[in-house]
Each structure stands twice: as structure tokens, then as C-alpha cells.
């Protein structure tokens, strides 16, 4: 089986998952949909949850990028439950109810995800730390040694004193 | 001494990320549990595949450990296991079928061709107790205990080895 | 008889190959060690000849496509008689073995070429960085002779026809994508490599930064050209109109460009001012290992999970020892030679130093956060706590706060000086830029959408005051001039390349904000006769029939597309295809291309009636993410032409009238 298609690997995969299960005689049946909304938020709404959910048959799609006929039945659904006036948290537990965390594309805050959300939070605020003490030590560097001959002087000796 | 110390980290921290993908060379990414495991298998109502007129909801599977395998006309490796459920079934054990978005005549057709392990099998046409069941392809077998608790739960084709090492010893497990 | 042999010359070749690199990868380094000249002058032979060894496999592994030889296992699996001749010859990296081919004929390349071009570095330098280059070359041979042979003979039934190559990769984007990509990946093999020799041979100054600026520039460029046209690539042929997906595939790419790019500022830095010398040579062994685990990550099944059972699990296991010994061993040397002592080389807060200080940390926090999000289902699986997904909404809330944060500096950049300068000239220079910059990013989505919205604003805001003070700047800078144009001529190419560069990011930022909030998506049922409109556009389709390609047939569609009542009108003709061999359905995206707007017509299924579901984009201002990805790369390759290394490279000046001092704002 072909391995690189670097950025393909997901209609791909999606392409040999759906053989993998047996799936293949309805692959691809493509997941274009004629569908009316009310109004323009329900329709960003549905967008927006269709795009963040993960459909549980591919690679990895979002059901709304999807041709796997559950990303459709997913679809149906979330289109189904906005009609019904569900809030999008409803709408979201219902799906993880049925098909578990991993669908979400925007994993929920809770102990195991803690540090997936924490650390680059943690990081902005250590690199912030980490710019204010070294252009702290590094000022008083430049106030005191200035003039170029010192300057040279100094990287002479340093340069000299390092193991070759 | 400090400094030579923080110069290792790079290093402690790229071998715990090789740790990590050692770990991960040995697992399975695509196998998941089913969301479902450990709860109550969901309710319905829907016809049989035999006997339209016949309507079965979860009473069906209480009292006796159940496989419940989900298949389809459509699907190609649902005929390879199904020499796997026979001798399952063969062996005693209790086996519902959901005719999962097929027509009642292309299923049935596919009992007559490749034998028929069900008991009964629910006619799910429209996917939609496939859908409460978290389901996403077919073949995917449930193994549902006598009190209708979802227990464990195998996704695509049984082979063999499947029905030796996980399936008969869980089945047991729950008898 | 030669001809049957092809498949046994090219094996053949590339044992010989592996020897030399054996050679290479040993001898230079004892010789450098023992200061034995002749046993250091192994290294450049060595280079040539195993490129030349490994360009003759990979010749045979060519003419083995394109001479349709379906006894060997990996054109039978991936070629077709029936397959055009330039997918044939592309079809050699469509696949793993072949890729792995490629990636080391790169690799090869860029040593063969560090051998030609590094005549003026001294003797022990050009030995050890000649000699790691060995290892790793050395390392990939033995990966492809060991568990991905591409030569491999099918000994029964030899096929009548191959299985075809996979339609998804029977494009373009297959023959440019992969070989960009992989150039940029292997071109960090070179950074990497003066890096370590620098550290081996203690010597830790600024040389081995001049010496490495323009293959990392030259490296970074083909990275950066290989990520937009895999971006490209998706966006017409997946029919669905995305660009990135934050897939992990994707974000392998993502990891040593970013990393490379923070690599870049930083041996600026070091170069010009002899400071962040250690965490400059971290960053170059970080950005070659991450292109290396990248190819860990996409060719062992421990993410993308429908490979790993066409997979074989000695290759994931081998890529992983690989990786680990190469990474290992470098962090090692890091660890034990990075120079003890930090000179503290002063600047104060405003000043180039602490900017591009900024730059790195912002760079570093976005690389992190990205290699994070792309193996934390992983992490969490091998602790056996679950299995979660992370996506688009986790990247881009992290990602774009980031990016902002970035170009607040990113600004200031090109008008800073070294080491310090005031903060009212500053003040001076760059309020007229904040505030157009301002004034004009919160009204532009007023203008255009027709209602505010933050995210445009942001967007819009952050890439002006990018492009304003650098505007500014090179005003500044060409004012003495007698004429402009003049003025402009003398600026520095690596100025000029900095521009660009910056440029570059900018118009990338606008097209990702434009596309992002203002592209109008309709699916829509459509019968020939009908016209529907979208984006003020009227789309009536005309005609539906089929067609039958080489090796595949196709529902086809002409849709008439014209724009108000008077506009100029043209067709587009979006296909359905069934490829015959696979019998795999593909969408044949019709796409009217524009610099301020795409058009983007992709057949669905048949309805039954004589309709057809169709979905018709209008993405405005999407050509302006690969264009800004062109103009990085561009202003990467120009600073290669500075004439810093070219008197480097030991020719003559070129224009003796040209003269210029050494220019203070080459840099970044």
C-alpha cells in the first residue's frame, strides 16, 4: 500500500479504512448535502459543531469533510437536534454519549487533558520570565563594558581561556 | 555544574518522548472501546429481519449472556466471520444479529447464502440503533450480560484467534 | 539482458552505496580527530561517489516504472500500464520504499553538494561536518537494504498489470509536493551537521554560523515552498476546499519549519553577535531531529493508525532506533561540549538582541504547542488513560493568540537596532505605521463584509503593522539616495531577503484571516438549465454527460458562470471519477483561480432525477496563503545571495562597482 502522500493521508485512510471494515461498496458516496436552515446562526452553528467533531470511521476527518456514511447519520443528527433547539452542549454530549471523548476535535478540560491545555499556557508565561531576566542580566552587561577595544579585549581573553 | 545539568535536559526530555513512541509502536491507534461499555444497552423498538410483523425492544436481551453482532449484506468481511460465529453459536451461546442499513430481502438472502448463527436478528434498516450504539462500520459484536449491560465490545472482522483469545474467555467471563 | 538486470543493478548500487557511506561516515571523523589530513581528505570522494551510487539506484528504480516491470513487488503495487508516463515516473516516491529512496538520494545530494561548494573551510571542519552527514546517510541505507527494500522481486505469480497507483496521488501535487518537502527536511541535515562538527571541534564561534546561514536559508525555502504546495495540493484535490487540517502529517511539516525559522533569527543573532551561542546549535540539532521524527511519526502507524496493517512494525521499531541513536547521541555532545561559560554579550530591552530573544521563545512556544497537540492522543494511549482526538479548534485557539503576539514584535523588528537604541526615535519612526496600520484594520471588515468583525480586524491589523514599518524603513534607508530607485538598489540582498520574508508572512496572515471569515459555502441541488447564485456570481449548468479517461471514467458537468448581468462568462467542468483499476470514486474539483478570489465547483452525487448535488465555494483571497509561502521562500533564497557568501564562497565580487559597506540590517 502506498505510505507517503504526505498531506493525503487522511481521504486516503479513509479510503482503506472503510475496505478495512467492509464498508466498500459505499465509500465515497460523497457527503455533499442540500440541507435549509432558519437562520444564518443556526447554520454557523452546525457548522461549527459539525467541523469539531471527529468522524469515528476515517482517519481523521471531521464529519463535516467526511464521505463515511456515519459522518452523514452525524450529520442528519446534529442537524436533526439543532432543528429540535438543542443547546450545542446537548448536542455535543449527546454524540459523546454515543460514540465516546474521542470524537471531540477540541478535547474537554479534565484531569488527563490538563497538561495538553496547560502547558503552552505555562510556557508563554515561563518565556515571558525568561525574556525579563536575561535582558535584566544582560543590560547591566552592556552598561558596564562598552568601548569596542574592551569589548575585543574581553572576547580575546574569553575565546583564549576556553579548552581548544 | 548547575549549567551542565540544565545542557542535559534536551536530552531527559527527548528520551522520555522515545519512551512515549516505544510505547505507542506497540499499540493499536484505531482500537477504541466503545463508549457504551459498562452500560445499559440502549433502548428499542424495531421489527425483526424474519417476521415483519414481530417487534423486539431490550427485554430481548435480558436474562442470558448475548453476542450481539452488527452486519449488513453490504459488507464483505461480515461473510469472512461468519464460519466464526456459527461455531460460536454451535458452542451454545446465545447470538442476536442487527441487519444493520440493508434491505430485508438482501439480508436475508445473506442468511440463506452464509448460514444463520442469530437466534433473531433485529432489521435496523435506517441505522438508527446502530447509531445509539455508537456504531461506525460493520462487523462490530457486543457481548451484553444477562442483567442487558454492555461489557465488551470487538470492532471488525472475528477472526480465528479472536474467538480463542478474547471472545469465548469473555463470554465466560460474564456467563 | 541488461535490461532484466535493472532491478539487481540498482540493489546493487545501493550496497555500494551504503560501503562508501560507511567510509564517509567513519574515516573523516578519525581523521579529524587524529589531525590525519589524508585520512580527513576521505570525505569529499566519499560524498560524490555515494551520491553517484545512489542516483544510479535510484535511475534503475525509475526505469523499472517506466518500463512497466511488474516483477519487482513495489511497481506492481503501485504502477499501471495504463498510467500516464510522468505519474510513472512519479510513482516512484508514492510510495514508502520509493519515498525512502528519494529522501536518501536528498540526502546524498545536499552531502555531495556541502562537498563541492565548501572548498574555503578548513580542512578538520569540512571532514567532520562531511563525516556526520556519513552517519546519517549511512543510517537511511541501511533502513532501505534492511527493512524497505524497493527492488524487491516478485518471485510468483508475477502480475499481468499492477494494482495502480493510488488515484488521490495520480497528480501534480504528487510530482512537486513530496520532492520540496523532503528537499527542505534533508536540507537541515547540513545545519545539523556543521552544528555538531562545530561542537566536536570546539570551536563555537561565529564561522560555523557563516558557513551554515545559506544552507538553512536554502533548506528553510524548500520547506516552506514543499508545506504550501502540500497546502495546495489538499485544497483542489480533496473537493472540499480546506487547506490545513492540522493532521498530524501536517503538522510533522509544520514542527521543523517552525523550529527552522526560529533557527534562522538565531544564527542571525549568533553570527553578528556572537551571543546564544549554545541554544543556536540546540535549535539546529532540534530542527533536523524533528524532521526526523517527523518521518517517524508518519512512516511507523503510531498516529495515522490505517497504515500500520500494511505496515510493516520492524520499520517503526528501525526509524525509532534511528532517531533515537542520531538524537540521543547529538543532545549528548550538546550536553557535554556547549560552551559552560554564557558570555554575556549586553543589549537592553529595546534593541534587535532582545526582539529576536522574543522571536525565538514565541517560535519555540508555538513549536511545542504543535508537537503537543500531535502526540498527546499518543501519550495518553501508552499510559492507557483513553483515547481523545486533537483538532482544528485546539490549534487554531492556541495558534493564532500566538501568531498575534508574534507580529506585535515582528513589527519592530526590521526598524531595531543592536544592542540598544531609544525608545523615542522608535516612537517616532513607527507611530504614523500603528496607527494607519490600526486605523485601517478595524475598518477594513466594515468596508468589506459589511459588519465588524474582531478576527478580521486582528488579522488585518497584525500583517500592516508587519508591512508598514518595513515600508517605513527602507524609506528611511533609501532617503540619502540620489534617486529612489537608486536607493533601493543599494539595500543589501540580505535586507531585501528579510523583507520579502516578512512580506511574505504578512500575505499569508491576510489571505488565512480572509479565507478563514469571509468564504461563502453552498451545497446546492442543480439540473442543467438551472442557475444558482452565490457570491454574486450565477452558476447555471449547461450540460451533464460522462467521459472516459485513460484509466478511469468520469460523470462530467459544464457550468456556466458568469458574474451580474454584464460580466465576462466562462465555464467550469467539475468531474466525478471512478478509476477503474482501484474502483475508487474521486471528486474532480473545478476551480477558477484569482488573486482576490477563487471559484470552487465540486460534483457531488447524483440525485436520480437528472440533478445533481453540487458545492460551490467562492474562497476569497486564498491564493495569498501560497503566494505569502513564495515570498518567504524567495526572501530565503535571496539572502543567499548576499555577497557575505559568495566571498565566502571564494569567488570574486561580481560587481566591482557595487560596493557597499558591510550592511548593519543584513540579518533576520
Redesign the interface.
Known amino acids: 500500500m502506498a505510505m507517503i502522500r504526505p498531506f493525503l493521508g487522511l481521504a486516503t485512510a479513509l479510503a482503506m479504512a472503510l475496505m478495512l471494515l467492509g464498508n466498500s461498496s459505499v465509500a465515497m458516496a460523497a457527503g455533499i448535502e442540500i440541507r435549509e436552515f432558519d437562520d444564518p446562526v443556526m447554520e454557523q452553528r452546525y457548522r461549527d459543531l459539525t467541523g469539531s467533531m471527529r468522524c469515528p470511521l476515517c482517519e481523521n476527518q471531521a464529519i463535516d469533510d467526511s464521505d463515511a456514511p456515519i459522518s452523514a447519520d452525524m450529520r442528519q443528527r446534529v442537524y436533526v437536534l439543532l432543528q429540535d433547539g438543542r443547546a450545542d452542549i446537548e448536542i455535543v454530549d449527546h454524540m459523546v454519549q454515543r460514540f465516546g471523548e474521542y470524537i471531540l476535535y477540541n478535547p474537554r478540560l479534565e484531569n488527563r487533558t490538563y497538561l495538553l491545555w496547560g502547558t503552552p499556557i505555562a510556557l508563554t508565561l515561563a518565556g515571558l520570565l525568561l525574556v525579563v531576566l536575561m535582558v535584566r542580566s544582560r543590560r547591566n552587561a552592556a552598561a558596564r563594558a562598552l568601548s569596542p577595544e574592551e569589548r575585543a579585549r574581553l572576547n580575546d581573553l574569553i575565546n583564549r581561556k576556553r579548552p581548544k | 555544574m548547575k ?2 545539568l540544565l ?2 535536559l ?2 531527559v526530555g ?2 522520555l ?2 519512551l ?6 506497540a ?4 482500537h ?5 461499555m459498562a452500560r445499559d444497552f440502549p433502548a428499542f423498538d424495531l421489527a425483526t429481519l424474519e417476521e415483519p410483523e414481530r417487534r423486539v425492544d431490550t427485554s430481548l436481551l435480558e436474562g442470558e449472556v448475548t453476542l450481539v453482532n452488527v452486519w449488513g449484506e ?5 461473510k469472512q466471520e461468519m464460519p466464526q460465529l456459527l461455531s460460536l453459536a454451535e458452542q451454545g451461546i446465545r447470538m442476536v444479529g442487527i441487519n444493520y ?1 440493508d434491505t430485508r430481502e438482501k439480508g436475508l438472502q445473506f442468511l440463506d447464502e452464509f448460514g444463520n448463527p442469530f437466534e433473531v436478528n433485529i432489521f435496523d434498516p435506517e ?1 438508527d440503533l446502530g ?9 462490530e459484536t457486543f457481548l451484553v450480560d444477562r442483567d442487558g449491560v454492555i461489557r465488551y465490545h470487538h ?3 472475528i477472526s480465528p484467534t479472536d474467538v480463542r483469545d478474547t471472545i469465548l474467555p469473555e463470554v465466560e467471563k460474564w456467563q | 539482458m541488461l535490461i532484466k538486470m535493472i532491478p539487481e543493478i540498482g540493489h546493487f548500487a545501493l550496497i555500494i552505496a551504503l560501503l562508501l557511506a560507511a567510509v564517509q561516515a567513519v574515516v573523516p571523523l578519525a581523521g579529524a580527530a587524529t589531525r590525519r589530513p589524508l585520512w580527513m581528505a576521505y570525505g569529499r570522494p566519499m560524498a560524490m561517489g555515494q551520491f553517484l551510487f545512489v542516483l544510479i539506484a535510484y535511475a534503475c528504480l525509475t526505469a523499472s516504472y517506466m518500463l512497466d516491470d511488474f516483477s519487482v513487488a513495489n511497481v506492481a503495487n503501485n504502477s499501471n500500464s495504463l498510467l500516464p508516463w510522468y505519474y510513472k515516473f512519479s510513482a516512484v516516491w508514492g510510495n514508502h520504499e520509493g519515498s525512502v529512496l528519494l529522501w536518501s538520494l536528498m540526502l546524498a545530494g545536499w552531502a555531495c553538494a556541502v562537498a563541492v561548494f565548501s572548498r574555503d573551510l578548513p580542512r578538520d571542519m569540512v571532514a567532520r561536518v562531511l563525516g556526520i552527514l556519513g552517519m546519517v546517510c549511512m543510517g537511511f541505507l541501511l533502513f532501505i537494504l534492511v527493512t524497505s527494500n524497493p527492488f524487491e522481486r516478485l518471485l510468483l505469480n508475477i502480475p499481468q498489470d499492477g494494482a495502480d497507483l493510488n488515484p488521490l496521488l495520480q497528480d501534480f501535487g504528487l510530482v512537486v509536493h513530496p520532492p520540496m518537502l523532503y528537499m527542505g527536511y534533508v536540507g537541515f541535515s547540513v545545519v545539523f551537521a556543521f552544528a555538531i562538527a562545530a561542537l566536536l571541534g570546539g570551536r563555537l564561534d561565529a564561522a560555523w554560523t557563516r558557513w551554515a546561514r545559506p544552507w538553512t536559508n536554502l533548506a528553510w525555502a524548500f520547506l516552506t515552498v514543499g508545506i504550501a504546495l502540500g497546502s495546495w495540493w489538499a485544497y483542489y484535490e480533496l473537493g472540499w476546499g480546506g487547506w490545513w487540517f492540522w493532521d498530524p502529517v501536517e503538522n510533522a511539516s509544520l514542527l521543523p519549519w517552525l523550529s527552522g525559522t526560529a533557527l534562522i533569527h538565531s544564527l542571525a543573532v549568533t553570527e553578528k553577535r556572537g551571543s546564544f551561542k549554545s541554544w543556536t546549535v540546540l535549535l539546529a540539532i532540534t530542527t533536523f531531529s524533528l524532521s526526523l521524527m517527523g518521518t517517524f511519526l508518519v512512516r511507523s502507524g503510531v498516529l495515522t493508525s490505517v497504515h500500520a496493517f500494511a505496515n510493516d512494525p520492524a520499520r517503526g521499531f528501525f526509524i525509532l532506533v534511528l532517531l533515537a541513536i542520531t538524537v540521543a547521541l547529538s543532545l549528548l555532545i550538546f550536553a557535554l561540549r556547549a560552551p559552560r561559560v554564557s558570555q554575556n554579550v549586553g543589549f537592553s530591552w529595546l534593541s534587535r538582541d532582545a526582539l529576536l530573544l522574543i522571536n525565538n521563545i514565541l517560535l519555540v512556544i508555538m513549536t511545542v504547542t504543535v508537537l503537543l497537540g500531535t502526540i498527546y492522543p499518543l501519550i495518553l494511549d501508552s499510559l492507557g488513560l483513553g483515547k481523545i482526538s486533537v483538532g482544528p479548534p485546539y490549534f487554531n485557539s492556541l495558534f493564532v493568540p500566538l501568531t498575534v503576539i508574534m507580529c506585535v514584535f515582528m513589527g519592530l523588528g526590521p526598524s531595531s537596532r543592536w544592542k540598544r537604541m531609544s525608545a523615542s526615535a522608535l516612537a517616532r519612526k513607527l507611530w504614523m505605521s500603528g496607527v494607519a496600520a490600526l486605523a485601517i484594520g478595524i475598518l477594513a471588515p466594515l468596508v468589506y463584509g459589511g459588519s465588524w468583525n474582531l478576527w478580521v480586524s486582528l488579522g488585518i491589523v497584525s500583517a500592516l503593522w508587519i508591512v508598514l514599518p518595513m515600508l517605513r524603513d527602507m524609506f528611511d534607508k533609501t532617503r540619502n539616495a540620489s534617486s529612489f530607485f537608486g536607493g533601493l538598489r543599494k539595500l543589501s540582498l540580505a535586507y531585501w531577503g528579510m523583507v520579502l520574508g516578512h512580506l511574505g508572512v504578512a500575505v499569508t496572515i491576510i489571505g488565512v484571516t480572509v479565507v478563514s471569515n469571509y468564504t461563502i459555502e453552498r451545497n446546492v441541488r442543480m439540473t442543467p438549465g438551472e442557475t444558482v447564485e452565490v457570491a454574486g456570481y450565477q452558476f447555471t449548468m449547461t450540460k451533464l454527460g460522462s467521459r472516459r479517461g485513460p484509466n478511469f471514467l468520469a460523470d462530467t458537468s459544464t457550468l456556466q458562470v458568469q458574474r451580474g448581468e454584464n460580466g465576462r462568462s466562462f465555464t467550469m467542468n467539475p468531474e466525478k471519477r471512478l478509476y477503474i483499476a482501484t474502483g475508487m470514486p474521486m471528486t474532480q474539483v473545478a476551480l477558477r483561480p484569482g488573486l482576490f478570489r477563487d471559484l470552487y465547483v465540486a460534483m457531488g452525487e447524483d440525485l436520480g432525477d437528472g440533478s445533481w448535488a453540487m458545492r460551490v465555494q467562492y474562497k476569497p483571497f486564498v491564493r495569498w496563503l501560497w503566494l505569502g509561502a513564495l515570498l518567504m521562500a524567495s526572501g530565503g533564497i535571496m539572502a543567499i545571495a548576499d555577497k557575505r557568501y559568495r566571498r565566502l564562497a571564494g569567488r570574486r565580487e561580481t560587481q566591482p562597482g557595487q560596493i557597499q559597506t558591510p550592511s548593519r540590517e543584513a540579518t533576520a
Request: hydrophobic share 45%.
Open positions: 549549567r551542565r545542557l542535559l534536551p536530552l527527548f528520551l518522548l522515545a512515549f513512541f516505544y510505547r505507542g509502536l499499540l493499536d491507534p484505531s477504541r472501546d466503545s463508549a457504551l453490504w459488507c464483505p468481511a461480515c442499513r441505522g447509531f445509539e450504539l455508537g456504531v461506525y462500520g460493520a462487523p470492532t471488525g472482522y
